[in-house]
């Protein structure tokens, strides 16, 4: 059974900065893609970065873009989410998700997701 599981979520003011870890269980995603998506209140979730595993290659949202790196672990199941300059409208849940797609921004391209890890930012 695949798990993915996230954590580093919590509150913090508007300015400062975030890591979220995420660890994979059940297999590994070596050929494939990890990412974050975030899904606010009232809102649709949304694709916020990627890592493509094999390449190293990472990509962003436009919102979050120059603020937001995403970075692999040692191990082939950890993957992290580096937000700095944090702003009020970045507060959310935050998603962890895992895939066999490439270069995918789509959520339904992402086979496995985590339960979530709220970020809220104060202003």
């Known amino acids: 059974q695949v798990q993915l599981v996230e954590s580093g979520g919590g509150l913090v003011q508007a300015g400062g900065s975030l890591r979220l870890s995420c660890t994979a269980s059940?297999?590994?995603?070596?050929?494939?893609?990890m990412g974050w998506f975030r899904q606010a209140p009232g809102k649709e979730r949304e694709f916020v970065g990627a890592i493509e595993w094999f390449a190293s290659t990472s990509y962003y949202a436009d919102s979050v873009k120059g603020r937001c790196a995403i970075s692999r672990g040692n191990a082939e199941n950890t993957v992290y989410l580096q937000m700095n300059s944090l702003k009020p409208e970045d507060t959310a849940v935050y998603y962890c998700a895992a895939g066999d797609w490439l270069g995918s921004r789509r959520i339904d391209d992402y086979q496995y997701w985590g339960q979530g890890t709220q970020v809220t930012v104060s202003s």
């Open positions: 059940g297999r590994t995603f070596s050929r494939g893609t």
